[in-house]
């Protein structure tokens, strides 16, 4: 599989990670899904402290013992649960990452991550003590590289001026078109966009409607009404899914953008990853099937936050 840079750093990733939080919690049918992903050509996987409270880095670090040189492991910090009785709470301290980061490592069973990224951000977090944790981590050689995972402009412009991150993980999808905006910015300063949600919920899988839940039947999906949501994705299919499976045009029109580095579809069956696989390794789109999709589908802007 076709691999590409991330920012500036020298993590080469398949231009397909594994998302790990769909992998759930029983440990043989994961391993198989996370075996599957590897002998098939892909070497990122991305996970964070928080999916399952720990269980799945945990189970992540099972699956790669023996092959960890051949991966690039990411993980995420910030979203604490150790101290309060149910669910988490926000804390990008500087205290808090150094404790953290010891707990993945214990979890994941490595010496290092590749990738370490901070699971959110907001505009008033105590930045210059955030940024000095990474830069600390990565000289003690406990990470090699940092990153953000946000989609909050302000969040995003403050740790391009003031940090040194490779990489902004931000939900992206041809129904969820909001990076674009950020991409001339991002590849400006060498920083990479990592795509998570790229099906969106499945909307763009060959399942398509039938993916929608009760709540997007009544109040849509972000920019889209439902009637909106189900013009755009049955044109979508109409005009382009004789040629190309729904999987495909998704996820190549993210890695048409340059600006991305690898699409991070999760996947809870190898025959959902296997479809996503399937779908990177046909060929990219051409100009006019990029320019088509996006006349089907919404520019959006994220208004808040900025």
């Known amino acids: ?9 020298e993590l080469y990733v ?3 990670g594994l998302g790990c939080m769909s992998l759930g919690t ?4 994961a391993k198989e899904i996370v075996q599957h992903a590897i002998g098939n050509g892909i070497n990122y996987l991305d996970t964070a402290d928080l999916y399952d409270y720990g269980q799945n880095e945990e189970i992540v ?5 023996g092959v960890r040189d051949d991966i690039i492991l990411a993980t995420k910090v910030g979203n604490r649960w150790d101290d309060v009785e149910d669910g988490w709470r926000w804390d990008p301290s500087k205290s808090y990452i150094k ?6 490592l214990t979890r994941l069973k490595v010496d290092y991550i590749d990738l370490y990224q901070l699971h ?4 008033e977090d105590p930045f210059d003590e955030t940024i000095e944790a990474f830069e600390e981590l990565k000289k003690e050689g406990l990470i090699r ?7 909050r402009p302000n969040v995003i412009k403050r740790f391009l001026r003031e940090g040194s991150i490779q990489s902004v993980m931000m939900q992206y999808s041809l129904l969820d078109r909001r990076p674009e905006e950020w991409m001339e910015l991002l590849d400006g300063n060498k920083v990479s966009v990592l795509a998570r949600g790229p099906l969106a919920k499945g909307l763009l899988s060959e399942k398509m409607l039938t993916k929608a839940s009760s709540s997007m039947k009544e109040n849509g999906y972000l920019d889209y009404t439902y009637s909106e949501l189900k013009e755009t994705i049955e044109s979508i299919h109409s005009k382009m899914g004789e040629t190309r499976s729904m999987n495909a045009l998704a996820l190549q029109y993210n890695l048409a ?3 991305v580095a690898a699409v991070i579809p999760g996947a809870s069956s190898i025959q959902q990853l296997q479809e996503n696989i399937d779908a990177v390794n046909t060929p990219r789109l051409s100009i006019e099937e990029v320019d088509m999709l996006k006349q089907l589908t919404k520019t959006s802007r994220y208004e808040q936050h900025r």
């Open 1 to 9: 599989m076709e691999k590409r840079q991330i920012g500036t750093s």
């Open 257 to 259: 953008h340059d600006s």
């Open 145 to 151: 590289y940092y990153g953000i995972s946000s989609i």
């Open 61 to 65: 670090g099972n699956a790669i013992r």
């Open 26 to 29: 029983a440990e043989s049918t």
């Open 14 to 16: 398949s231009k397909m």
């Open 120 to 123: 959110g951000g907001t505009i």
């Open 99 to 104: 404790s953290a980061v010891k707990d993945s």
